[in-house]
């Protein structure tokens, strides 16, 4: 794990992420949002599942893609390589669009479950709980919605498109 992430700028991480096409889908948002790997911590969907394949359109074979770590396992892992753990959750202290100085340093996002998102210990290993702005009703954002809104934020602060 440490060799995938070793000067790595941005890393996906999705913690208990289950749906198939979630998964999919942000793998492959990952790999067009530059991102350097995603981890799929232990209780995720397996990433080798036909749906998670499919909905990747082959993203799955462009980064690192690292499976069945244990949370704490993959924040060390993340934290030695000098990435800031960002978690994404609608109840952040801080908004996607006020979190420049985040955004900017290498980072690796804390993704969660569809149903109850991010569980709190992995709220407690995040530096900084960044929250998107809902504008309309919507309660919440689809988990592959959020990621992909997080990962390009973070690559457009990164200037990883350059």
Same mark, same amino acid.
């Given at each position: 794990?440490?060799?995938?992430?070793?000067?790595?700028?941005? /890393?996906?991480?999705?913690?208990?992420?289950?749906?198939?096409?979630? *998964? %999919?889908?942000?793998?492959? #948002? +990952? &790999?067009?949002? @530059?991102?350097?790997?995603?981890?799929?911590?232990?209780?995720?969907?397996?990433?080798?599942?036909?749906?998670?394949?499919?909905?990747?359109?082959?993203?799955?074979?462009?980064?690192?893609?690292?499976?069945? /770590?244990?949370?704490?396992?993959?924040?060390?892992?993340?934290?030695? *390589? %000098?990435?800031?753990?960002? #978690? +994404? &959750?609608?109840? @952040?202290?801080?908004?996607?669009?006020?979190?420049?100085?985040?955004?900017?340093?290498?980072?690796?996002?804390?993704?969660?479950?569809?149903?109850?998102?991010?569980?709190?210990?992995?709220?407690?290993?995040?530096?900084?709980?960044?929250?998107?702005?809902?504008?309309?009703?919507?309660?919440?954002?689809?988990?592959?919605? +959020?990621?992909?809104?997080?990962?390009?934020?973070?690559?457009?602060?990164?200037?990883?498109?350059?």
């Amino acid at each position: 794990m440490e060799a995938a992430l070793s000067g790595a700028r941005l /890393v996906a991480v999705l913690t208990e992420t289950q749906d198939p096409g979630n *998964a %999919g889908t942000i793998i492959r #948002a +990952a &790999d067009a949002a @530059g991102a350097d790997a995603v981890v799929l911590v232990k209780g995720s969907v397996d990433p080798t599942n036909p749906k998670v394949v499919r909905a990747t359109a082959g993203s799955l074979f462009h980064l690192p893609v690292l499976a069945g /770590v244990e949370l704490d396992e993959a924040v060390r892992a993340l934290q030695t *390589a %000098g990435l800031r753990l960002l #978690a +994404a &959750d609608g109840h @952040g202290t801080i908004s996607l669009f006020d979190a420049e100085a985040e955004l900017g340093a290498p980072s690796a996002w804390l993704l969660g479950n569809e149903a109850r998102g991010l569980a709190p210990e992995a709220l407690d290993m995040a530096d900084t709980v960044v929250s998107i702005p809902i504008y309309g009703r919507a309660e919440s954002l689809n988990v592959a919605s +959020a990621a992909a809104i997080c990962l390009y934020a973070s690559a457009r602060a990164q200037d990883l498109g350059r």
